[in-house]
């Protein structure tokens, strides 16, 4: 597409820029400075401030709102542009406190940076403010101190909450004097609708906005957020050895400098004093200091004794790439079991294993960067600005430009402020509400029969399953009417590209591979898959989870997706060749054959619903756990039966940040480093491996995993770890890992690569299945069929509880460390519908009792209509009040062996006093 170049003088400089820039731009560009304070690259022009004046042949224009045009001449200075820029600057200046000294923003203070230009010298200064009146400082956000005495009233704040963060929290409020920026009724930012991402702090041209006990770095270090997904680039800043500081790295094309509260927020738990610095090992009961010898050698004597069905190995997505392929071998060589698990088995492997035989990938299939190119999202069983919060900016710009937005969640989310079509669906039906809009589809002719015929398998099977069911049993199964579904199927089927994000709202189920294949059914049969902006988006909960199934920390597969033996006997992966010889000759030694067990058969043998056989169905077999990362205690569905296998068990290790609910029930725990202490790589949801680069050491003795990992099969007598670095062990990723076979650390350093990269000067792959589907060829449609999930409501449990993520917390460890994210979120809560809280005489803040068919506990009512009716939310964050007490770990899916924890029947009563 070609440019319109415009030619124009400035300061007697000629000049080219593209048409419909701004003269404040085109200066800029050209390293001319203009004195400007309202303007911001990152929003649109507001000319508030009138301190960027320019004359253009005898007329002042503000030039951040006026366009170039052919032969301008612009003076940037002038006797009338500098009268009227002194002015304005003096006005500013009289009402601003100038203890430039004592202020965080001394160094990059906008206003400063324009008095000098001007030239106000000091005894002005005086002058102008000798009747100013001290505005307040509000303090009371626990992130960001608002300082009015210092704040200009360019707007910034105001239109970066709008246009960047879509929230619109703060406005101008009051007149005259009196003027200044607040949230609705001038009530604290956190009892509004701010979401507290410090965007606002960021852009603020003075010291009016700071974060709380800033300390100016030393350093920065780029690195990645270790919380979702959605691998936001983090630049963290350190002083003295510790992490003062974190800002977004604007470069970035997934998060461009946007980051939520917890990316900017979030970093204390570095620093936190509780951090694990020594080892500990049992004795007498208790857990004790101890030396890295001891515990190393006593963890050499039992691992020699436990081995192959007897030991379970769990990996963390929390832990880098390197890390994780680590514990794969070292559970496939040294342990010699398939028994390698992880918390992906509790969340997406209906997602990765449902996908994998339909379209060979479960990963998403367009970068973060792409989701405004869709002309449709769907998003379903997720809620994205709370759990994915950066994607939850992309979809929300999307639709500001005119993306169509259908959203189907029991729960009105966030997104439900913009326009859109909901659908407020019963909890588990979602195959239900699919296979209708499918019906739809396939009745009126929307399907998209050229890339039916051309790209896939098996239609006909799956469109036959569903020629017997019809729009008026999705009304009676899910709740949405039948003309809604109707018109949502339109508009997905003919708005192209059309992009579906998920989450856990669609994989916790004892069903949820069907959810999974019903949803990409949806993509396939209308040919939004291999383009840019369509196919789907599987939101990954942690930050390396991606990167924690790629590289084989789960039972089916070594690293690669490529698999292992005995998974041929389960239905629809038959096709998939076992890879235990390639491995074999790779890692040197005889691997074992049997099918491992995933996070819930590993705790609850006898869960329902997964495994061609008995041969799953052993009690008690696993007496050793190796535990890297994971606080199973809490993230595991009925809790309790996770504690007691714990304490069942003949020796247990954890290797961990902090001394967590599963470290307690350990016989050794090992210290182990963070993401800002150590170098690796993490793997973002949509697939973009990243550097991840030390920026402090470890606290105490910690150590990073892969150094813990090597150390231990080097002492039980194992070749192939003796890595010298993360960058070595990623160059053994790439020699047997097909999809990261171009990948190594000099290429990030200078490259953004998505898998698959099939050798180094491959460029990657930003948008999947493009011409072919990976590793199938073509893909595969299979018949659907409607299950109800198999825990229900009654008369005794008439509710039905779902579980999630809050903005302010990720799981239940390293955000409970953090002061500020505690103080914005202080305690558990059960949310329930007005009308259903009024029928149980329920008030908001009413102390309830909260009973499952497993558990009961007292928590804290919250009262709203974000729920459906007879739907409550418990979050998953607070491990005093574990929601997975409650959780059914019965029944689990058929393919992915998640647990039903989206449907929970309980019952909730009003605490009632003593009085």
Same mark, same amino acid.
């Given at each position: 597409?070609?440019?319109?170049?415009?030619?124009?003088?400035?300061?007697?400089?000629?000049?080219?820029?593209?048409?419909?820039?701004?003269?404040?731009?085109?200066?800029?560009?050209?390293?001319?400075?203009?004195?400007?304070?309202?303007?911001?690259?990152?929003?649109?022009?507001?000319?508030?401030?009138?301190?960027?004046?320019?004359?253009?042949?005898?007329?002042?224009?503000?030039?951040?709102?006026?366009? &170039?045009?052919?032969?301008?001449?612009?003076?940037?200075?002038?006797?009338?542009?500098?009268?009227?820029?002194?002015?304005? &600057?003096?006005?500013?200046?009289?009402? %601003?406190?100038?203890?430039?000294?004592?202020?965080?923003?001394?160094?990059?203070?906008? =206003?400063?940076?324009?008095?000098?230009?001007?030239?106000?010298?000091?005894?002005?200064?005086?002058?102008?403010?000798?009747?100013?009146?001290?505005?307040?400082?509000?303090?009371?956000?626990?992130?960001?101190?608002?300082?009015?005495?210092?704040?200009?009233?360019?707007?910034?704040?105001?239109?970066?909450?709008?246009?960047?963060?879509?929230?619109?929290?703060? #406005?101008?409020?009051?007149?005259?004097?009196?003027?200044?920026?607040?949230?609705?009724?001038?009530? $604290?930012?956190?009892?509004?609708?701010?979401?507290?991402?410090?965007?606002?702090?960021?852009?603020?041209?003075?010291?009016?906005?700071?974060?709380?006990?800033?300390?100016?770095?030393?350093?920065?270090?780029?690195?990645?957020?270790?919380?979702?997904?959605?691998?936001?680039?983090?630049?963290?800043?350190?002083?003295?050895?510790?992490?003062?500081?974190?800002?977004?790295?604007?470069?970035?094309?997934?998060?461009?400098?946007?980051?939520?509260?917890?990316?900017?927020?979030?970093?204390?738990?570095?620093?936190?004093?509780?951090?694990?610095?020594?080892?500990?090992?049992?004795?007498?009961?208790?857990?004790?200091?101890?030396?890295?010898?001891?515990?190393?050698?006593?963890?050499?004597?039992?691992?020699?004794?436990?081995?192959?069905?007897?030991?379970?190995?769990?990996?963390?997505?929390?832990?880098?790439?390197?890390?994780?392929?680590?514990?794969?071998?070292?559970?496939?060589?040294?342990?010699?079991?398939?028994?390698?698990?992880?918390?992906?088995?509790?969340?997406?492997?209906?997602?990765?294993?449902?996908?994998?035989?339909?379209?060979?990938?479960?990963?998403?299939?367009?970068?973060?960067?792409?989701?405004?190119?869709?002309?449709?999202?769907?998003?379903?069983?997720?809620?994205?600005?709370?759990? %994915?919060?950066?994607?939850?900016?992309?979809?929300?710009?999307?639709?500001?430009?005119?993306?169509?937005?259908?959203?189907?969640?029991?729960?009105?989310?966030?997104?439900?402020?913009?326009?859109?079509?909901?659908?407020?669906?019963? $909890?588990?039906?979602?195959?239900? =509400?699919?296979?209708?809009?499918?019906?739809?589809?396939?009745?009126?002719?929307?399907? #998209?029969?050229?890339?039916?015929?051309?790209?896939?398998?098996?239609?006909?099977?799956?469109?036959?399953?569903?020629?017997?069911?019809?729009?008026?049993?999705?009304?009676?199964?899910?709740?949405?009417?039948?003309?809604?579904?109707?018109?949502?199927?339109?508009?997905?089927?003919?708005?192209?590209?059309?992009?579906?994000?998920?989450?856990?709202?669609?994989?916790?189920?004892?069903?949820?591979?069907?959810?999974?294949?019903?949803?990409?059914?949806?993509?396939?049969?209308?040919?939004?898959?291999?383009?840019?902006?369509?196919?789907?988006?599987?939101?990954?909960?942690?930050?390396?989870?991606?990167?924690?199934?790629?590289?084989?920390?789960?039972?089916?597969?070594?690293?690669?997706?490529?698999?292992?033996?005995?998974?041929?006997?389960? $239905?629809?992966?038959?096709?998939?060749?076992?890879?235990?010889?390639?491995?074999?000759?790779?890692?040197?030694?005889?691997?074992?054959?049997?099918?491992?067990?995933?996070?819930?058969?590993?705790?609850?043998?006898?869960?329902?619903?997964?495994?061609?056989?008995?041969?799953?169905?052993?009690?008690?077999?696993?007496?050793?756990?190796?535990?890297?990362?994971?606080?199973?205690?809490?993230?595991?569905? #009925?809790?309790?039966?996770?504690?007691?296998?714990?304490?069942?068990?003949?020796?247990?290790?954890?290797?961990?940040?902090?001394?967590?609910?599963?470290?307690?029930?350990?016989?050794?725990?090992?210290?182990?480093?963070?993401?800002?202490?150590?170098?690796?790589?993490?793997?973002?949801?949509?697939?973009? &491996?990243?550097?991840?680069?030390?920026?402090?050491?470890?606290?105490?003795?910690? /150590?990073?995993?892969?150094?813990?990992?090597?150390?231990?099969? /080097?002492?039980?007598?194992?070749?192939?770890?003796?890595?010298?670095?993360?960058?070595?062990?990623?160059?053994?990723?790439?020699? =047997?890992? $097909?999809?990261?076979?171009?990948?190594?650390?000099?290429?990030?350093?200078?490259?953004?690569?998505?898998?698959?990269?099939?050798?180094?000067?491959?460029?990657?792959?930003?948008?999947?299945?493009?011409?072919?589907?990976?590793?199938?060829?073509?893909?595969?449609?299979? *018949?659907?069929?409607?299950?109800?999930? *198999?825990?229900?409501?009654?008369?005794?449990?008439?509710?039905?509880?779902?579980?999630?993520?809050?903005?302010?917390?990720?799981?239940?460890?390293?955000?409970?460390?953090?002061?500020?994210?505690?103080?914005?979120?202080?305690?558990?809560?059960?949310?329930? %519908?007005?009308?259903?809280?009024?029928?149980?005489?329920?008030?908001?803040?009413?102390?309830?009792?909260?009973?499952?068919?497993?558990?009961?506990?007292?928590?804290?009512?919250?009262?709203?209509?974000?729920?459906?009716?007879?739907?409550?939310?418990?979050?998953?964050?607070?491990?005093?009040?574990?929601?997975?007490?409650?959780?059914?770990?019965?029944?689990?899916?058929?393919?992915?062996?998640?647990?039903?924890?989206?449907?929970?029947?309980?019952?909730?009563?009003? &605490?009632?006093?003593?009085?």
């Amino acid at each position: 597409m070609s440019v319109t170049m415009v030619s124009l003088t400035i300061d007697g400089s000629p000049v080219q820029v593209p048409e419909k820039t701004t003269i404040l731009e085109a200066a800029l560009a050209h390293g001319m400075y203009v004195p400007h304070l309202c303007h911001h690259p990152d929003l649109k022009p507001a000319g508030i401030c009138r301190v960027c004046m320019v004359e253009v042949e005898g007329q002042l224009l503000v030039s951040c709102r006026a366009a &170039v045009a052919p032969g301008m001449q612009v003076k940037t200075s002038s006797p009338a542009v500098d009268k009227v820029r002194r002015a304005a &600057v003096e006005l500013l200046v009289a009402d %601003h406190d100038a203890d430039c000294l004592a202020c965080g923003k001394a160094d990059s203070c906008k =206003l400063l940076a324009v008095s000098r230009y001007v030239g106000i010298e000091p005894d002005r200064y005086e002058t102008l403010r000798a009747h100013r009146l001290r505005k307040e400082v509000d303090e009371t956000h626990p992130f960001i101190r608002r300082d009015y005495n210092k704040c200009v009233l360019c707007g910034i704040c105001v239109r970066t909450c709008d246009e960047v963060q879509g929230v619109a929290a703060i #406005d101008f409020a009051f007149r005259g004097y009196a003027t200044r920026v607040a949230a609705i009724g001038d009530r $604290p930012l956190q009892e509004s609708v701010c979401e507290s991402c410090g965007e606002c702090v960021v852009r603020c041209p003075t010291g009016a906005l700071l974060p709380i006990g800033f300390e100016k770095p030393a350093r920065e270090v780029a690195t990645v957020c270790p919380y979702c997904g959605t691998g936001c680039g983090l630049v963290l800043g350190t002083r003295g050895g510790k992490v003062v500081s974190a800002r977004g790295e604007r470069g970035h094309s997934t998060s461009q400098g946007r980051l939520c509260v917890k990316g900017r927020f979030g970093w204390d738990f570095v620093n936190h004093p509780d951090r694990l610095t020594t080892p500990l090992v049992r004795k007498d009961g208790e857990l004790v200091e101890s030396t890295w010898d001891e515990a190393l050698e006593l963890i050499t004597e039992r691992f020699a004794r436990y081995r192959g069905r007897q030991a379970g190995v769990f990996g963390s997505p929390k832990t880098t790439n390197e890390e994780i392929y680590l514990a794969s071998k070292f559970a496939r060589v040294v342990m010699g079991t398939n028994n390698i698990a992880q918390v992906a088995h509790l969340c997406h492997a209906n997602t990765v294993r449902g996908l994998i035989p339909v379209t060979g990938s479960g990963a998403m299939t367009v970068p973060v960067w792409q989701i405004k190119d869709a002309a449709c999202h769907l998003v379903i069983g997720c809620n994205p600005t709370e759990a %994915h919060p950066i994607v939850g900016l992309e979809i929300r710009q999307a639709v500001r430009r005119g993306t169509k937005l259908i959203i189907a969640n029991p729960c009105e989310i966030d997104l439900c402020r913009l326009p859109h079509i909901r659908l407020p669906l019963r $909890p588990g039906t979602d195959v239900a =509400l699919l296979m209708g809009m499918a019906k739809v589809i396939l009745e009126e002719g929307l399907l #998209d029969r050229e890339f039916i015929a051309q790209r896939t398998t098996n239609f006909e099977a799956y469109a036959e399953s569903l020629r017997g069911f019809t729009l008026e049993q999705a009304e009676a199964i899910t709740g949405v009417s039948a003309e809604l579904i109707r018109e949502t199927a339109r508009l997905y089927a003919t708005t192209k590209p059309g992009l579906i994000f998920w989450s856990m709202g669609i994989t916790q189920h004892s069903h949820g591979h069907d959810n999974v294949w019903a949803l990409a059914h949806l993509a396939l049969m209308t040919g939004n898959y291999g383009k840019p902006g369509a196919g789907i988006a599987p939101l990954r909960g942690h930050n390396n989870v991606q990167g924690a199934t790629d590289l084989g920390i789960t039972p089916p597969w070594y690293p690669g997706y490529q698999f292992c033996p005995g998974y041929e006997l389960f $239905p629809r992966l038959d096709k998939f060749k076992s890879s235990k010889e390639k491995f074999e000759k790779g890692w040197g030694y005889e691997l074992p054959d049997f099918p491992g067990l995933s996070t819930v058969k590993q705790f609850h043998p006898k869960a329902k619903g997964w495994g061609p056989g008995e041969m799953w169905d052993l009690e008690n077999q696993i007496k050793l756990w190796y535990i890297i990362g994971a606080d199973l205690a809490n993230a595991v569905a #009925d809790s309790k039966g996770v504690k007691r296998a714990l304490q069942g068990a003949e020796f247990v290790v954890v290797q961990d940040i902090f001394l967590t609910d599963t470290a307690r029930e350990a016989d050794v725990v090992l210290p182990a480093a963070c993401f800002a202490e150590k170098d690796g790589t993490f793997t973002a949801t949509d697939r973009r &491996v990243q550097l991840v680069r030390k920026a402090v050491e470890p606290p105490g003795q910690a /150590r990073p995993d892969w150094q813990i990992i090597c150390e231990i099969g /080097r002492r039980l007598g194992y070749r192939g770890f003796d890595f010298s670095s993360p960058a070595a062990v990623m160059d053994e990723i790439a020699s =047997l890992v $097909p999809a990261y076979a171009g990948i190594n650390h000099a290429r990030l350093e200078q490259e953004e690569l998505r898998w698959p990269v099939a050798s180094p000067d491959h460029p990657g792959t930003p948008v999947l299945h493009m011409g072919e589907f990976i590793r199938v060829g073509k893909a595969e449609f299979w *018949p659907l069929a409607y299950t109800p999930s *198999p825990e229900l409501p009654d008369a005794d449990y008439p509710l039905v509880m779902t579980t999630g993520r809050n903005l302010h917390h990720f799981h239940h460890v390293i955000t409970r460390r953090v002061a500020g994210l505690n103080d914005l979120c202080p305690e558990d809560y059960v949310e329930l %519908h007005a009308q259903d809280a009024a029928e149980l005489g329920i008030g908001d803040g009413d102390q309830v009792t909260v009973s499952s068919r497993r558990a009961s506990m007292v928590t804290r009512a919250r009262v709203s209509e974000r729920t459906m009716r007879g739907v409550v939310f418990k979050p998953i964050h607070f491990c005093e009040k574990p929601t997975n007490a409650l959780t059914s770990a019965e029944h689990i899916d058929a393919v992915g062996t998640t647990p039903n924890t989206k449907v929970c029947p309980v019952r909730v009563e009003k &605490v009632q006093s003593s009085a």
